[in-house]
């Protein structure tokens, strides 16, 4: 058995005496889980159904509530072995709550209700909030992750609408930070999380995620590449020659393979051996060759570079007016983060060159350089149920006024004006669906259209 997959212990210790905490006849507790703000206006929401699928659709087992009992006891918690023995006899096992949640893919302003749990059964009210340390980890960090993909998508596709050809939206951002995660499970559910807005990656976890989760094809594509050690083996003074390697090895009539140029001098590799000795070699072979460059200033070495390709290679003036390069493109991958990238576009487009011509791949900073505090996540309790009767409560710090809570039931609605309103109002329209009861996933959605409610 694996421990981490035990959702006794999948919780923070001070959750394990809270079930002797509430008021006396408390028989039910209602959370919600926002985004209260932070680096994003909006949020894309995922990642739910994975963690549903992957812990709660099986049923505790007495051996995992002995383990529990075992170790929880000796941490010096009070662990209600009677609260979770009653589940494992009279649910199967099977943990007793209700999730409702906005589709997967939804693009939802902050400070809304994205999702929420309660118990359905009487005798366990303590069992919402065990639940947080486990839900709200299952949706902060692919939220986050999805989220900043899609403004940064954003930012792309307003580029190519201005300067080119806004269709190659889906391979200008690839995914390269399955090396730059905590965890295998991380780079897959980070990986996929980014897979809802781009089709580019080397994150291979993140297309087996969105497969087995999500019931995706393949979802995310790549192309051959170069990397250093394969460069820096040929000698510095074989470098053309491990160029002229890779062309014969992968360039053919249509493909696309990208090249790391900078081992030694990006500006002689692009000038000199690429734009001369490989030049003709480049055009011949009908592949469109990628350079990267991985050092220095991104935008002053990519503003010399581009020219330098110009140069060489030439290029077109598309009917926007914005110059194309003939037979060679460049992505960068060494820096990159939202301020990087619209910085590079506006250089490009102040130049007269296209978006067309620029790629990006990022690692650590769109699946690792975010916490739950990049978006300002929170599972908070709403409501609870007392001697029949619910009462709203919330929080209401006086020193920070950010972290007032939600009061009541509540839920996502649209209004009228189809505007996102989070509320315990009798709006047209409930946004959140019931995607999980008493063990059962009640929503299976599909990869494509956890897309399709992206882009809408």
Same mark, same amino acid.
């Given at each position: 058995?694996? !421990?981490?997959?035990?959702?006794?212990?999948?919780?923070?210790?001070?959750?394990?005496?809270?079930?002797?905490?509430?008021?006396?006849?408390?028989?039910?507790?209602?959370?919600?889980?926002?985004?209260?703000?932070?680096?994003?206006?909006?949020?894309?929401?995922?990642?739910?159904?994975?963690?549903?699928?992957?812990?709660?659709?099986? *049923?505790?087992?007495?051996?995992?509530?002995?383990?529990? @009992?075992?170790?929880?006891?000796?941490?010096?918690?009070?662990?209600?072995?009677?609260?979770?023995?009653?589940?494992?006899?009279?649910?199967?096992?099977?943990?007793?709550?209700?999730?409702?949640?906005?589709?997967?893919?939804?693009?939802?302003?902050?400070?809304?209700?994205?999702?929420?749990?309660?118990?359905?059964? *009487?005798?366990?009210?303590?069992?919402?909030?065990?639940?947080?340390?486990?839900?709200?980890?299952?949706?902060?960090?692919?939220?986050?992750?999805?989220?900043?993909?899609?403004? $940064?998508?954003?930012?792309?596709?307003?580029?190519?609408?201005?300067?080119?050809?806004?269709?190659?939206? @889906?391979?200008?951002? !690839?995914?390269?930070?399955?090396?730059?995660?905590?965890?295998?499970?991380?780079?897959?559910?980070?990986?996929?999380? !980014?897979?809802?807005?781009?089709?580019?990656?080397?994150?291979?976890?993140?297309?087996?995620?969105?497969?087995?989760?999500?019931?995706?094809?393949?979802?995310?594509?790549?192309?051959?590449?170069?990397?250093?050690?394969?460069?820096?083996?040929?000698?510095?003074?074989?470098?053309?020659?491990?160029?002229?390697?890779?062309?014969?090895?992968?360039?053919? *009539?249509?493909?696309?393979?990208?090249?790391?140029?900078?081992?030694?001098?990006?500006?002689?590799?692009?000038?000199?051996?690429?734009?001369?000795?490989?030049?003709?070699?480049?055009? @011949?072979?009908?592949?469109?060759?990628?350079?990267?460059?991985?050092?220095?200033?991104?935008?002053?070495?990519?503003?010399?570079? $581009?020219?330098?390709?110009?140069?060489?290679?030439?290029?077109?003036?598309?009917?926007?007016?914005?110059?194309?390069?003939?037979?060679?493109? $460049?992505?960068?991958?060494?820096?990159?983060?939202?301020?990087?990238?619209?910085?590079?576009?506006?250089?490009?487009?102040?130049?007269?060159?296209?978006?067309?011509?620029?790629?990006?791949?990022?690692?650590?900073?769109?699946?690792?350089?975010?916490?739950?505090?990049?978006?300002?996540?929170?599972?908070?309790?709403?409501?609870?149920?007392?001697?029949?009767?619910?009462? *709203?409560?919330?929080?209401?710090?006086?020193?920070?006024?950010?972290?007032?809570?939600?009061?009541?039931?509540?839920?996502?609605?649209?209004?009228?004006?189809?505007?996102? !309103?989070?509320?315990?109002?009798?709006?047209?329209?409930?946004?959140?669906?019931?995607?999980?009861?008493?063990?059962?996933?009640?929503?299976?959605?599909?990869?494509?259209?956890?897309?399709?409610?992206?882009?809408?």
């Amino acid at each position: 058995m694996k !421990h981490s997959h035990n959702i006794l212990l999948n919780t923070d210790s001070y959750k394990v005496s809270m079930w002797a905490q509430y008021p006396q006849n408390t028989t039910h507790v209602f959370s919600y889980i926002e985004s209260r703000g932070g680096m994003y206006d909006k949020t894309v929401f995922f990642g739910l159904q994975a963690f549903i699928k992957e812990y709660l659709t099986k *049923p505790i087992t007495q051996e995992e509530i002995d383990l529990a @009992d075992e170790i929880l006891t000796a941490h010096g918690e009070p662990f209600n072995r009677a609260g979770w023995q009653y589940i494992l006899d009279e649910h199967g096992g099977y943990l007793p709550v209700i999730i409702r949640a906005v589709p997967e893919g939804t693009v939802v302003p902050t400070k809304n209700v994205l999702a929420t749990i309660e118990n359905t059964d *009487p005798q366990v009210p303590w069992l919402t909030t065990w639940l947080e340390t486990a839900l709200l980890r299952a949706i902060w960090y692919p939220t986050t992750v999805a989220t900043r993909s899609w403004h $940064i998508r954003q930012t792309i596709l307003k580029y190519l609408e201005e300067t080119g050809d806004s269709t190659l939206i @889906d391979f200008k951002l !690839h995914d390269f930070g399955a090396r730059g995660v905590s965890s295998l499970e991380s780079a897959g559910i980070g990986g996929a999380a !980014h897979l809802v807005n781009f089709m580019g990656t080397d994150t291979i976890s993140g297309v087996l995620y969105a497969r087995d989760y999500y019931s995706a094809g393949v979802a995310g594509f790549s192309i051959p590449a170069a990397e250093h050690s394969t460069i820096t083996s040929w000698g510095r003074a074989g470098e053309v020659d491990a160029y002229r390697n890779m062309l014969t090895q992968f360039a053919r *009539p249509g493909s696309i393979l990208a090249v790391v140029s900078d081992s030694y001098d990006i500006y002689n590799a692009a000038g000199k051996l690429w734009g001369e000795e490989l030049r003709q070699q480049v055009i @011949d072979s009908g592949a469109t060759v990628v350079i990267r460059p991985d050092s220095g200033d991104p935008v002053e070495v990519n503003r010399k570079l $581009i020219e330098i390709l110009g140069e060489k290679f030439g290029y077109t003036t598309n009917y926007r007016g914005y110059k194309v390069l003939k037979h060679v493109r $460049i992505i960068q991958g060494d820096g990159v983060n939202d301020d990087s990238i619209t910085a590079i576009l506006e250089m490009l487009k102040s130049g007269g060159w296209s978006a067309d011509n620029m790629a990006f791949g990022m690692g650590g900073a769109l699946l690792q350089s975010v916490n739950r505090d990049t978006l300002k996540f929170a599972m908070k309790a709403s409501a609870v149920r007392i001697d029949g009767l619910w009462h *709203p409560i919330s929080k209401n710090p006086i020193t920070d006024p950010g972290k007032i809570s939600k009061a009541g039931r509540v839920t996502l609605y649209k209004n009228f004006n189809g505007e996102f !309103h989070s509320g315990v109002e009798d709006w047209p329209e409930d946004c959140l669906q019931s995607v999980y009861r008493d063990g059962k996933l009640l929503v299976d959605i599909t990869f494509e259209e956890v897309r399709k409610n992206a882009r809408s």
